[in-house]
């Protein structure tokens, strides 16, 4: 059964760093874009990250751009979304999106993707 597994949330105090990790299995996700979003409860879900299928193009929502970092590493079919200087304003469910083909544009803004089950982070002042 195809999945996508989100882990590494917390609480964490502002400033500190948080890495999350989304596993992927059961289906061609390793040939997919891998993107993350966040949501906030009463708010959609906003973009935050992608990253293509080779791992050669990837894209920040700006308010995180500058201090957050996507990577995959295809021999653990995990990708990764590290964030530092957290801020409270990140507090939010953190999921993991794979869009239907390998190009960043098959995550952002596509209707059609697969989603993780999400990770809590809390960011505290």
């Known amino acids: 059964q195809a999945q996508l597994v989100e882990s590494g949330g917390g609480s964490v105090q502002a400033g500190d760093s948080l890495r999350l990790s989304c596993t992927y299995s059961g289906h061609t996700f390793s040939n997919s874009a891998i993107g993350w979003y966040r949501q906030v409860p009463g708010e959609e879900r906003e973009f935050v990250a992608v990253?293509?299928?080779?791992?050669?193009?990837?894209s920040y929502t700006d308010s995180v751009t500058g201090r957050s970092a996507i990577w995959r590493d295809r021999a653990k079919n995990t990708v990764y979304l590290r964030m530092d200087s957290l801020k409270p304003e990140d507090t939010a469910v953190f999921y993991c999106?794979?869009?239907?083909?390998?190009?960043?544009?098959?995550?952002?803004?596509?209707?059609?993707?697969?989603w993780g089950q999400g990770t809590q982070v809390a960011v505290s002042s």
């Open positions: 990253i293509n299928w080779r791992a050669t193009t990837t």
């Open positions: 999106a794979a869009g239907e083909g390998g190009s960043t544009t098959d995550v952002i803004g596509a209707a059609s993707k697969s």
